[in-house]
């Protein structure tokens, strides 16, 4: 019975112990959040500073540097790739008629932005490649 009686104290002055830890701890952090209210630049209390473990404020955050543009694996695959037609003695870079096309179209007067779909159907025996924008206009380049 004594020793019960013993561990029931000891609990009951852990259970004390850790009600006062919690009350200075809630005083000093209203004592902080007062400070911080009065001066907007200093540094929140973090949780870890709650429980005893000081830390450094954070850096102060840096302005963002512009983004740089990042090439994505598709963009670079197509820089990698590339698809020549040889006919009649002839090789033409598969990315060249399409720019030459694509130049033609705006050519016409018609702008890069107006495009949603350009289709190229390239003819070795005519020596032409035939465009077609937005399933509506349409022209042809020659491939010389």
Sequence with gaps: MANKRAVKS???????????TAAEET???TAKSSKTAKTAKAPKASAEAIDGEEKKPAAPKKKAAPKKTKKTAEE???ETE????QFYGQEILANDIFAKAKEAYMAEGNQESMIESFKLYIKPEDNKAYY???????GHICLD
């Design 10 to 20: 000891t609990e009951k002055e852990i259970a004390d112990n850790i009600v006062e």
């Design 27 to 29: 005083a000093a952090k």
């Design 76 to 78: 670079m695959r197509r």
């Design 82 to 85: 590339e698809v020549y037609f």
């Design 132 to 138: 077609i924008v937005n399933d509506e206009t349409r």
